[in-house]
């Protein structure tokens, strides 16, 4: 933040809901703040003027090097937590979450995702692995584990061939 920088008090984000045989796409990150390790799926801030749709475009293209096709907004989440840095006194965040598909290859180096940000962590989370997983925030982990409870399988697609892109 620079130095004459007000922080911001309430933070607008837009994320994906990306599935591929059975594993969900997060990103492993630390909270600074408290040093509690959590999982977040990919996205990131709108940009005034900015559409949702645009936003995760942009933020996979920056974080992933790679394409998406955004679908319909299927959850909305309000969080109020701590802040993970130091000097934040609370952050307060409104997500919106999109289902989306991958529309090109992520790159790897044969056991990990690669990311041109270096603070970026991404992997594949198994879905049978997400009721003990520390995905934030809890709400869209409790979404997730009961829409995959709905079609009693391990391997729910998050994409539907009739939706078309938002």
Request: charged letters at 30%; one cysteine or more; aromatic letters at 8%.
């Amino acid at each position: 933040m620079k130095e004459n920088e007000k922080p911001k008090d309430r933070d607008l984000i837009a994320r994906a809901i990306v599935v591929q045989e059975g594993a969900v796409l997060v990103n492993r990150s630390r909270n600074a703040k408290t040093g509690e390790e959590y999982f977040a799926l990919p996205g990131g801030h709108i940009d005034p003027g900015e559409s949702s749709v645009d936003a995760l475009e942009r933020e996979f293209e920056e974080e992933l090097d790679a394409r998406i096709a955004v679908y319909d907004l299927c959850f909305v989440s309000e969080s109020i937590y701590a802040g993970r840095r130091a000097e934040e006194t609370q952050r307060h965040e409104l997500v919106l979450y999109f289902h989306g598909d991958l529309t090109s290859e992520l790159k790897s180096n044969g056991k990990e995702i690669q990311s041109p940000e270096k603070d970026k962590n991404f992997q594949w989370l198994p879905l049978e692995n997400l009721p003990d997983s520390n995905l934030l925030p809890e709400s869209i982990k409790n979404y997730l584990i009961s829409i995959i409870a709905e079609t009693e399988t391990q391997n729910y697609d998050f994409s539907d061939s009739t939706q078309t892109p938002a």
